[in-house]
Nanobody, 114 residues
Framework: QVHMVESGGGLVQAGGSLRLSCAAS????????MGWYRQAPGKQRELVAT??????NYADSVKGRFTISRDNAKNTVYLQMNSLKPEDTAVYYC?????????WGQGTQVTVSS
């Protein structure tokens, strides 16, 4: 059984920063990709950023403002979000893709006020 625990969401003013964390524990075999996705009200879930052991990938809307990182020893992925905008408001989900299965966090709300 795999447990995904997210933390770090909240309410922040435009221009502010937040750091999200997601720790995966349990029987996860060979993690390939870790990432963050988000879903705003009335919209589809979209990719924010992903990270492998050697590369990162970002949505155009967050490039230069968000930074994804991971701690392989702790099976933890982070998302540092700077210069936040009201349009970043969404529920953020972490994801872990292993060679056997995919796992999703429960979601954490990020609200950016103008």
């Amino acid at each position: 059984q795999v447990h995904m625990v997210e933390s770090g969401g909240g309410l922040v003013q435009a221009g502010g920063s937040l750091r999200l964390s997601c720790a995966a524990s349990g029987s996860i075999f060979s993690i390939n990709v870790m990432g963050w996705y988000r879903q705003a009200p009335g919209k589809q879930r979209e990719l924010v950023a992903t990270i492998t052991r050697s590369s990162t990938n970002y949505a155009d809307s967050v490039k230069g403002r968000f930074t994804i990182s991971r701690d392989n020893a702790k099976n933890t992925v982070y998302l540092q979000m700077n210069s936040l905008k009201p349009e970043d408001t969404a529920v953020y989900y972490c994801a872990v893709f292993s060679i056997t299965s995919n796992y999703w966090g429960q979601g954490t709300q990020v609200t950016v006020s103008s």
